[in-house]
């Protein structure tokens, strides 16, 4: 079941007034009727793996209250690695058995072996990466005594199955989502008016923006090599708004549907694209994920203490392991290096911290600097995102030296891909919205706060039809994140 | 949650009115006027002509009403329906013709072994069904049989500006800047020459032409359309229109003159070798250019039988 799809259109208002309704606004009954709900929303996607989603949620739910209840440290150390073991276990067969395999074997086979590894046809159950980061975050804080155990069952399972974050995050801390899901929720009309704005901005990003610029994008990736250098330059750009307005859309839905039920989630984008440096793109970026590896992976290898060689090395592992995450290829986890790298100069002359600000923070336009560092840093990120969309590693370089080419000076092939101005001009309104609403939790929240009513209504009508319009004649694509 | 839930629906209501108001705008706009060139079917109400034409894009590329009004003195309208070459859309097309007009006196079918016989019950042919799109919103009683043989669903026909959107009708209906040959002249109007560089002479087509097994549906529906005209008064009378030379098989082109004969429909085959052997008559395999359509004009001035089937002389 997509957000962007008729069946959820019918199954959120059908939740949501049972939630408000007929539950009598009981908190145990809500709670229960929100996990039913999760799981159903589960299921339509594939029922079998709602048996591992409830193993692995049972195993951390456990193993938090035998940890709390050990007796000596050995014992809780015993439970500890029992539950980090089996959920990297789980994510580690279905994300990552066959690259490992594979890659073994192909390094056994350049030292002259003939391995005969078996590659299995494993399906990676949706959503898994996060509903693992999920458990792996409470039952390490329980382990650091940050959090006690929850002993009620259906919290916490609501808590690491809340449908809105259930496959795509944004990935929540125990800390932050246990105790809105322990305690009374009253309707707020300010809130559910927010959330239904943030889903109508979130739908126009995926279905309008994303869904278009994927055509275009996959047309150019598809077939690299007969397009001139502009033209892959083109397609680099095209996957840069795609996977930015696809899984930011997709947050904001997640986020605003929340909303509707009087729970708020964790930020997971901030306007990254007007990043003036890698460091704060990095804190814009799916900013769940980074805080989690910040928290969980940084912070306990050292972080930023000690010298400046573990400081690179912690930096180097981080970005690492947050491009493997992303999956099992060589592309997400050169990706990844290649951030480590942009990212190295200004930790090695502290200005990581330079730009805590959103850029030309309370201005119209940004001054001359601050568009110079935007520019840098978005074509760095461009450059990155070919590897991330890339197949293998050989595709990848292999696009990059068809970018480096003679017919860079090329005028792009617009017309061969479909793109036309209209198109253009849409995308461009759209940046140039997000400029305005930057320094709001997300670009329109804005005209909800300033606009009189009939024009906030007429904006909204507006967007809603062309939605519409896309949605209808529009190509539809599968949420990039679902992958992970 | 009271004002919540009315705001909600007021929303709703609100873009439901709006795309109400956009949709009557457009169909004010489109009103009498071609979106892209083939939705031909507003033109054909109160023409009341004495010859109407039937058929595929062979038809509506071949006969030229301005000829027959000067050669014959006889009004007529060309209603050929692009992309369909089955006589179950031909049959559709009359029926339509002859719900907003007086019943011509003449009816030519362009037929050939590349028309088959079809269904209006279980059309899975769906060509161009875009072109038809934008009579699908609210459907007037006589567009129906039209929008139902092209499964228009009900979405597609209740829901404001779904047909548009879906069918990606709104630049054109907006622009209105797709006024084709077919619009200006009343059939398709084609000067340029054979472009074998960018389409390959080739006899490929013949892998579409009429199978021995096909004869008898093809006779049978044949049979409607010919019983169809008699019910209405109207004569039918069949042309095989040049096709060039590469695609043109005698004895295949013989079986749909052999299924006129035994229907006793008057026959035409304007097939000659002066046209099909020269490729400047032709833009591809199968349809004449203007100066192909000229000397094709030639022969039918001269053919005694289209003659004395209009009663002309």
């Known amino acids: 079941m997509l957000f ?100 073994f074997a192909n390094g056994l086979s350049h030292l002259g072996f003939k391995p005969n590894f078996w590659t299995l046809q494993v399906i990676l159950p949706v959503g898994i990466s996060f509903y693992t980061f999920h458990g792996l975050s409470y039952v390490i804080d329980i382990y650091k005594n940050k959090i006690k155990p929850d002993r009620n069952f259906i919290d916490y399972s609501v808590f690491v199955s809340f449908f809105p974050l259930l496959v795509a995050g944004p990935i929540e801390r125990a800390t932050h989502l246990l105790p809105q899901v322990k305690t009374n929720r009253a309707f707020e009309y300010a809130k559910a008016v927010d959330g239904l704005r943030q889903i109508l901005w979130g739908l ?30 083109l397609g680099a750009l095209f996957f840069t708004i795609q996977i930015y307005c696809d899984f930011s859309g997709y947050s904001d839905i997640a986020i605003g549907t929340a909303r509707l039920f009087g729970i708020d989630l964790l930020r997971n984008f901030a306007f990254p694209y007007f990043s003036r440096d890698i460091a704060e793109f990095w804190r814009r970026w799916h900013i769940s994920l980074s805080t989690w590896f910040r928290d969980y992976l940084y912070i306990p290898l050292g972080g930023s203490r000690g010298g ?39 930790i090695l002359l502290k200005t990581n911290r330079n730009n805590l600000n959103i850029a030309a923070e309370g201005k119209l336009l940004p001054s001359f600097e601050e568009v ?24 990848a370089f292999n696009y990059v030296s068809g970018v480096f080419s003679k017919s860079f000076f090329n005028i792009p092939y617009f017309k061969g891909i479909g793109f036309n101005l209209y198109f253009f001009a849409i995308v461009f309104i759209f940046f140039v919205i997000e400029w305005w609403g930057r320094e709001h939790q997300y670009a329109i929240q804005r005209i909800g706060l300033l606009w009189p009513k009939l024009s906030r209504w007429s904006f909204y009508c507006c967007l809603s039809i062309v939605i519409y319009y896309f949605s209808v004649a529009g190509p539809t694509q599968q949420f990039i994140y679902f992958q992970f | 949650m009271g004002p919540f839930l009315k705001k909600v629906l007021y929303f709703f209501g609100f873009v439901l009115l709006s795309t109400l108001v956009l949709q009557t705008m457009l169909s004010i706009r489109i009103y009498n006027k071609t979106v892209r060139g083939h939705d031909n079917l507003y033109q054909t109400t109160n023409v009341n002509a004495d010859v109407v ?64 016989a079809g269904s209006t019950t279980h059309n899975l042919n769906f060509v161009h069904k875009d072109d038809f799109a934008r009579y699908a919103f609210l459907p007037a009683q006589k567009n129906l049989p039209v929008l139902n043989y092209f499964k228009f669903s009900l979405p597609e026909k209740y829901i404001p500006l779904y047909s548009i959107f879906k069918y990606r009708l709104l630049k054109d209906c907006i622009l209105l800047n797709n006024i084709d040959n077919y619009v200006q002249y009343g059939y398709e109007k084609h000067d340029e020459f054979w ?17 021995k097994e096909d004869i008898p ?16 008064n109207i004569k039918l009378l069949c042309i095989q229109t040049p096709v060039y030379k590469i695609i043109y098989e005698k004895m295949v082109f013989l079986s749909t003159q052999r299924i006129c004969k035994e229907l006793l429909i008057p026959f035409v085959d304007t097939n000659e070798d002066d046209i099909i052997d020269n490729l400047k008559y032709f833009y591809n395999s199968d349809h004449l250019n203007t100066n192909g359509v000229a000397k094709m004009n030639e022969i039918l001035k001269k053919d005694s039988v289209l003659s004395s089937f209009l009663n002309y002389n």
């Not at chain 1, 110079?372 to 595709?395: D, H, K, P, Y």
């Not at chain 2, 039937?54 to 692009?82: E, M, Q, Y």
């Open chain 2, 53 to 116: 034409f039937l058929g595929s894009s062979r038809c509506w590329a071949h006969f030229d009403p301005a000829f027959f009004d000067t050669a014959f003195k006889l009004k007529s309208v060309n209603i050929g329906v692009d992309g369909h070459s089955e006589i179950s859309m031909a049959i559709l097309r009359l029926k339509y013709y002859l719900s907003g007009n007086k019943p011509p006196g003449f009816a030519i079918l362009s037929f050939d072994p590349l028309v088959y």
């Open chain 1, 308 to 346: 400046t060689w573990m400081k690179v090395r912690n930096i180097f592992i981080i970005f690492i392991v947050s491009g493997f995450w992303h999956g099992a290829n060589w592309t997400f986890i050169f990706w990844g290096l290649l951030n480590a790298l942009y990212i190295m100069p200004s």
């Open chain 1, 204 to 233: 126009f990003k995926k279905m309008v923006i994303a869904d278009s610029c994927a055509q275009f994008a996959n047309q150019i990736f598809d077939n690299p090599g007969i397009y001139n250098g502009s033209t892959l330059v």
């Open chain 1, 372 to 395: 110079l560092s935007m520019g840098t840093t978005f074509a760095l990120t461009v450059f990155a995102w070919i590897f991330f969309r890339s197949e293998n590693i050989q595709f």
């Open chain 1, 4 to 103: 962007n799809s008729l069946s959820f259109a019918l199954f959120l208002p059908v939740v949501f007034f049972l939630y408000w309704f007929a539950t009598g606004r009981n908190l145990k009954l809500q709670n229960i009727l929100l996990l039913i709900a999760s799981y159903f929303f589960y299921a339509c996607w594939d029922w079998r793996f709602l048996f591992l989603l409830v193993f692995s949620t049972a195993l951390d739910f456990f193993t938090g209250i035998k940890m709390s209840e050990a007796a000596n440290k050995s014992r809780k150390k015993f439970w500890f690695w029992l539950s980090i073991i089996a959920n990297l276990g789980f994510l580690g067969f279905f994300k990552y058995y066959n690259f490992f395999a594979a890659s």
């Open chain 2, 217 to 232: 549906s093809l006779t049978e529906s044949m049979d409607d359309l010919h019983k169809l005209c008699l019910k209405n």
């Open chain 2, 195 to 211: 472009d074998t560089t960018a389409n390959p002479v080739s006899d490929i087509l013949k892998n579409n032409f009429l199978k």
